[in-house]
């Protein structure tokens, strides 16, 4: 049993076999999708989220390992290293608590203690904190030398070394540690030099600000530190320390008397000095650290969402990215998003060339055999989708051709555009054509138009450059893999950006199977990929359930059955007498199916559940169906406003103290979390999810700071 499976199980609340388990699997290589989706018999049937815990929290215990090998080795060194100590170290499964124990013995920069001790003063501090001494003024007498000039010196120095002896012990910190727990508070100042500044007004709600630590949530901490950044504000954390350290003196001084009131006055020493600064910094960085997760699980959630945004299918597309005077960037794509086609129209001012631009889209419609039109929702979008419907309506055997018109995010579509993934993939076409492919991509297939981009520039995160950087790209790239191998990817369509999120895979794997494609033709199995250079068993298991071959010879390689379990649906065909095609879909065949008689030591029931689920509905896509939508025609700008209007909205982002919905005037309003329901809501996520189709009444229209106030409250 690995060392740390007790301590992951009784943390994350787990049965232990499950995470003994799920380590092995770990250790074996195995991606936590592949564990999560086939893996379900030896891990007790643990979720993705479970198993990334798991993972996370290894990765931790591991770091801790590796701190503990570096203090006990710099310990022993010292020649200090006692056993209990060691004992106590190696069983430490807290990393502050580590630094507890290494604080007395870590190497230092020279501190007034460290002075006062050469100084020879260590025995004075010791003697004067026995507190037997009635006239420790005599005592120290003893101590005056040629570095030490009076025995009122000598005092000074062992009360140096006394702080800081008080300030290194464990239980005293932990003592102060719960004070801060129970009362600090954070507290904001503007810095008064810039109070006056346009930027430093965006951080005006905390020109004055001070609340219970414990209270703060992660949106009101990361504005503050923001601003703090920025040069605006002032942010602390503290405790009122009387009381604080009375109890500190309850633990050290015993009696009354002059040895008692100087080691009193070294404990005021060592908590202003020593303690309290290092405990707030311990807390302005253990808050950070919380509501960096907290805003990092919000942008996970959102990305999720994005990604498994409802696609529209292999559709012919028009897609148009909007815009006035530089006109709308067109560009035709056939059934596997590939550019056959692409030119600029006006049809806005200042050029409006509204009857060209006409007169192109019809043509390009018929042309190209255009099924569904996208266009971005930028600049022009609202005018260039009222253009396009009344083209279509003043041309109704075209307009019969059009399945619907569909308005498409573009955030991120220009760092794509400009990417070194688009110069690839459109070596001759300038930024604008590459632009507008992605909206028409991002329209027929939402993910796998948005794994080229950087999660972080498609706009749905909450104070994503403020946040641990390293965390955030764990967790997104954890997001894009969980949600890639969710849906499954064609083996025959998918890019390598695609393929290299596809559990097993990578950069190396994705690249070598596109090549493989290239030079071989369309895969026929899933077996074939054996043949891809690099990619062994190992990687074929981790990735071959996940990958998809539409009319394959063998009807399972496109479904979710992995081929290990080929065997045992082959068995079911054959007691029922059928082919795999018949038993595909045909809910009578299914419903005969005893699927306990198919057990076996590897393969239990979830196992058998799957494979009917994927039977009945094989290579199911998981994603909705796409709807159209549409904005009120009345309202365009926020001028068009008016306090207690009804609108339809689409959520555009989701944080934790609301969500953002977009109402067709260029400006998103917020449906602060408190008007989301009629209930009390706690996350937003509960309530709205990403791209979602809502109805909203405006509570607030602030032209100077353009800002919209929404509710959802009393609205059916």
């Known amino acids: 049993m690995d060392k740390h499976t007790a301590h992951i199980a009784l943390s994350l609340s787990l049965n232990e076999k499950s995470v003994e388990a799920t380590l092995n699997l770990l250790a074996e290589g195995c991606t936590i999708p592949f564990i999560a989706r086939y893996r379900k018999e030896r891990t007790g049937n643990l979720d993705e989220i479970a198993i990334a815990n798991i993972s996370d929290m290894l990765t931790k215990l591991k770091e ?5 090998e570096t203090v006990l080795k710099s310990i022993r060194e010292q020649g200090k290293l006692t056993d209990d100590l060691a004992s106590k170290i190696e069983h430490c499964q807290n990393a502050t608590e580590l630094e507890d124990l290494y604080l007395p013995f870590k190497p230092k920069r020279r501190t007034r203690a460290q002075v006062a001790r050469e100084n020879g003063l260590e025995p004075l501090a010791n003697l004067l904190l026995l507190q037997r001494e009635r006239k420790p003024l005599v005592a120290a007498q003893r101590f005056v030398g040629e570095q030490v000039e009076s025995a009122d010196a000598a005092i000074e120095g062992a009360k140096d070394i006394i702080a800081e002896m008080i300030s290194e012990d464990a239980e005293v910190r932990n003592v102060v540690r719960g004070f801060y727990r129970r009362e600090a508070l954070i507290s904001s100042k503007v810095v008064k030099k810039k109070e006056a500044e346009e930027d430093a007004q965006k951080f005006s709600d905390y020109f004055d600000f001070s609340e219970p630590l414990r209270r703060c949530n992660s949106h009101r901490l990361l504005a503050m530190r923001r601003g703090e950044a920025a040069g605006f504000l002032r942010v602390g954390i503290g405790i009122e320390g009387e009381e604080c350290i009375e109890h500190i003196k309850r633990r050290y001084v015993r009696g009354v008397g002059e040895c008692q009131a100087i080691v009193s006055a070294a404990i005021e020493d060592a ?16 808050s950070k650290e919380r509501a960096d997760e907290e805003a990092i699980r919000v942008f996970a959630e959102n990305l999720r969402q994005l990604l498994l945004s409802a696609p529209l299918g292999q559709k012919r597309v028009l897609a148009i990215d909007p815009g006035f005077a530089n006109g709308c960037k067109t560009a035709c794509l056939d059934e596997q998003a590939n550019l056959l086609h692409h030119e600029i129209i006006f049809p806005h001012p200042p050029k409006e060339r509204r009857m060209q631009a006409g007169r192109a889209v019809i043509e390009m419609i018929k042309r190209y055999k255009i099924e569904a039109i996208a266009i971005g929702n930028g600049t022009a979008s609202r005018e260039t989708k009222s253009f396009v419907e009344q083209v279509l309506a003043e041309n109704p055997d075209v307009k019969n051709l059009v399945q619907g018109t569909f308005v498409v995010s573009e955030d991120g579509a220009s760092i794509y555009s400009a990417s070194a993934t688009a110069r ?20 027929m297939d939402p993910l796998a138009e948005l794994v080229k981009i950087d999660p972080k520039s498609i706009g749905v995160g909450q104070y994503q450059h403020d946040v641990d950087q390293t965390k955030l790209k764990h967790s997104l790239d954890q997001t894009v893999v969980s949600c890639v191998n969710q849906v499954g990817v064609n ?18 794997l994705a690249q070598n199977i596109v090549d493989y494609r290239r030079a071989n033709g369309a895969f026929t199995s899933r077996a074939e990929l054996k043949k891809v250079p690099r990619l062994g068993n190992v990687a074929y298991q981790q990735c071959a359930g996940f990958l998809r071959i539409p009319n394959a010879r063998n009807p399972l390689d496109n479904s979710g059955v992995h081929p290990e379990s080929y065997t045992i649906v082959e068995a079911m065909a054959k007691d029922q007498g059928c082919s795999l095609s018949e038993l595909i879909g ?35 896509d998981p994603r909705q169906q796409l709807e159209i939508f549409e904005f009120d025609e009345y309202v365009h700008s926020i001028d068009d406003l008016k306090i207690g209007m ?8 989701i944080t934790n103290f609301g969500a953002f919905v977009d109402i067709g005037v260029h400006q998103d309003g917020l449906v602060h979390v408190s008007q989301l329901a009629d209930r009390y809501v706690n996350d937003p996520t509960q309530v709205v999810h990403l791209h979602q189709h809502v109805r909203v009444r405006v509570t607030e229209i602030d032209l100077r700071r353009k800002r919209i106030g929404l509710t959802m409250r009393g609205i059916k």
Do not use: C
């Open 491 to 508: 083996l025959n369509t998918a890019s390598k950006h695609l393929l290299m999120y596809v559990s097993g895979l990578g950069t190396v």
């Open 64 to 68: 801790l390992d590796k701190r503990k």
């Open 271 to 286: 908590f202003k000095r020593l303690i309290d600064p290092s405990i707030e910094n311990e807390f302005a960085t253990l």
């Open 646 to 653: 009804e609108l339809p909205g689409i959520v555009t982002n």
């Open 424 to 443: 690839e993939e459109f070596p001759n076409e300038d930024v604008t054509t590459r632009g507008a492919v992605s909206i028409g991509r991002r329209l």
């Open 586 to 620: 045909n809910k009578t065949l299914q419903k005969k199916i005893n699927v306990e008689r198919y057990l076996t030591a590897e393969i239990g029931l979830p196992t058998l559940k799957d494979i009917m689920a994927e039977l009945d509905k094989p290579g199911r």
